[in-house]
């Protein structure tokens, strides 16, 4: 299980094309773009909160820390597919979005968002269309990592004698992934791996748990805000 890619879904938004976007746009491509030539958006692409992931595989800070310096340049393809029709559009940048929120694993919460471009083409007009429909919602990130730790023991995970998914003395057992260390692509996918706030827990399952989906909830009304400013104006 070492090195392998992980998939993670998350949401996407406009964005407007200033100066100073279409600046950073034009370190990655190849011919100087004109705002009229590009359509630009943001993913939020993941978080180190602990109890959203559906196959108990969260991030840590550190990897999502080193998710947003890897995706800078790298390509959105659709569903996985890297064949180079599919290569559309493109992360210029990425953000780190911070938060009061303490994580089940005792971070504090952050966001990471990538900003992309893509250029206006005959080709992609509908899936531009799509977008800004908010139909091409989903979207998942495929990366690799050093390791997984237990959330019970601290051990590297498969060492020790816990099971991802069972509970401990009221507490899940997760495989949490400590580092990023190479991004491939986003994707926009059909089927989110991710679980949305309000999944169905069993009525024993930890208090940290239900503490963390407050203060999730709370964070994620400033994303969404965060996200909708600029979508109201692109
Ligand atoms: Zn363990």
Do not use: W
């Amino acid at each position: 299980m070492k090195n392998a890619m992980i998939q993670k879904t998350a949401s996407v938004g406009a964005l407007s094309v200033s100066e100073a976007e279409l600046e950073k746009v034009n370190e990655y491509s190849l011919e100087q773009l004109k705002a009229e030539d590009v359509y630009l958006f943001k993913i939020a692409v993941c978080s180190n909160a602990q109890n959203t992931d559906r196959d108990n595989e969260p991030l840590l800070r550190k990897a999502v820390e080193g998710l947003a310096e890897r995706l800078k340049g790298r390509t959105i393809l659709f569903d996985h597919n890297a064949s180079a029709k599919n290569q559309v559009a493109r992360i210029y940048d990425t953000e780190l979005i911070g938060s009061d929120a303490q994580t089940a694993a005792g971070e504090p919460l952050i966001t990471m968002a990538a900003r992309c471009y893509m250029v206006k083409t005959e080709s992609n007009a509908d899936l531009i269309a799509e977008i800004k429909a908010g139909i091409k919602k989903e979207v998942s990130v495929g990366f690799s990592t050093s390791g997984r730790r237990c959330s019970i023991c601290g051990k590297q995970f498969y060492t020790c004698a816990h099971h991802k998914g069972r509970t401990y003395d009221g507490k899940i057992c997760r495989a949490q992934i400590e580092d990023c260390i190479d991004a491939y692509e986003v994707s926009f996918v059909a089927v989110p791996c991710q679980v949305d706030a309000g999944t169905t827990k069993s009525a024993d399952v930890e208090q940290t748990a239900e503490k963390e989906d407050e203060l999730l909830a709370k964070a994620r009304i400033r994303i969404n805000e965060y996200f909708f400013k600029e979508a109201e104006t692109a």
